[in-house]
């Protein structure tokens, strides 16, 4: 059984980049495995880099600051988060230059699925269709009441968080009880830990990994399951590449390029060709 062979086969050393821009042209199912690092140019800090986010929430002293993302500590006081949630706010009107790119494997009918940890919900401000894309982490796309469900875009309560306020919904105010702190609260639906990922990443990640002839693992320290695990879910006949600003030495990689992945694709970029070039990274309102 060739397949079963390959799944074994030890990681060749002598995949070169002349062999990544012959596979990008050829590939048809590419599939994107993307984390914070593909919007820090814009200015979101990642969470676990020397300056990242986890860097800045020192002042809280809390014991872990994942802690900030967390379910429970939500219920217990939604202002904490409300507290920090700014500085990871997406800038209107900008995606980098990553998103573009992967905006242009779509366009080029290659990209099979962009599987992204981030929340800012920039892979949409940039085109990428939903069948294309599984927001792991869910979004600031949108944002619900957690007494009533009520579901509103994101973006209603923006201004709430630049000003660090508790946003809570008119409906539910009404009938506020002030001894319940979550009452009426609304969260982004973004998934806290404690929370389960969307069914749509369950239902289609194996199909997905036995079907993609190219992984692109792009800005991620791959430290959060279940993302961690989806390339190793790849057969090992499938390349798999790493983009990032650092190496992941623990991680089988085919090749790494080691960077600031919005210079790593302009170089693949201007290397594969004219109708490779990345078109310029803004949106209208
Ligand atoms: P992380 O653990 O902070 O890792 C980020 C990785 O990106 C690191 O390995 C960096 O080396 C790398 N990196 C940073 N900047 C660049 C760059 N310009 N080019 C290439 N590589 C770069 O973050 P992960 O995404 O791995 O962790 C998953 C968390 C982060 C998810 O739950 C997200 O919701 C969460 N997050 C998302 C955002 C966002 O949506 N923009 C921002 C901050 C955190």
Redesign the pocket.
């Known amino acids: 059984d060739y397949n079963a062979f390959a799944n074994y086969q030890a990681p060749t050393n002598t995949y070169t980049i002349d062999n990544l821009l012959s596979d990008l042209k050829s590939a048809k199912r590419i599939m994107i495995v993307s ?7 814009l200015g ?6 020397f300056k ?2 986890y860097a800045q929430l020192e002042h809280l002293n809390l014991k872990d600051p994942q802690k900030v993302f967390d379910m429970q500590a939500f219920q217990k006081d939604p202002g904490v988060f409300y507290s920090i949630a700014h500085l ?1 706010l997406p800038p209107e009107g900008k995606y980098s230059m990553l998103h573009s790119f992967i905006k242009l494997l779509q366009d080029k009918d290659k990209l099979l699925r962009n599987y992204t ?4 919900n920039l892979e949409a401000r940039a085109g990428i269709e939903p069948e294309k894309l599984i927001q792991c ?1 869910g979004s600031f796309g949108s944002a619900s009441c957690l007494t009533c469900r009520n579901r509103f875009a994101g973006h209603k309560i923006f201004d709430h968080i630049r000003h660090q306020h508790v946003p809570r919904c008119s409906t539910c105010w009404k009938t506020v009880q002030e001894a319940v702190i979550t009452h009426g609260v609304i969260k982004p639906d ?1 998934t806290f830990f404690g929370e389960d990922l969307p069914k749509r990443f369950y239902g289609l990640l194996e199909p997905d990994c036995k079907s993609c002839d190219l992984v692109l693992v ?7 399951e279940p993302v961690a695990s989806i390339i190793d879910k790849v057969p090992r006949k499938t390349p798999r590449i790493l ?4 190496p992941l030495p623990d991680r089988d990689f085919d090749l790494s390029l080691i960077g ?3 210079d790593v694709v302009s170089y693949l970029s201007q290397h594969l060709g004219e109708s490779w070039k990345i078109p310029h990274p803004s949106y209208d309102d």
């Open positions: 984390g914070a690092g593909i919007s820090t140019s979101i800090p990642d969470f676990r880099s990242g986010l990871v940890q981030n929340i800012d982490h973004i792009i800005g991620t320290s791959l430290k959060v983009i990032n600003k650092d600031y992945c919005d």
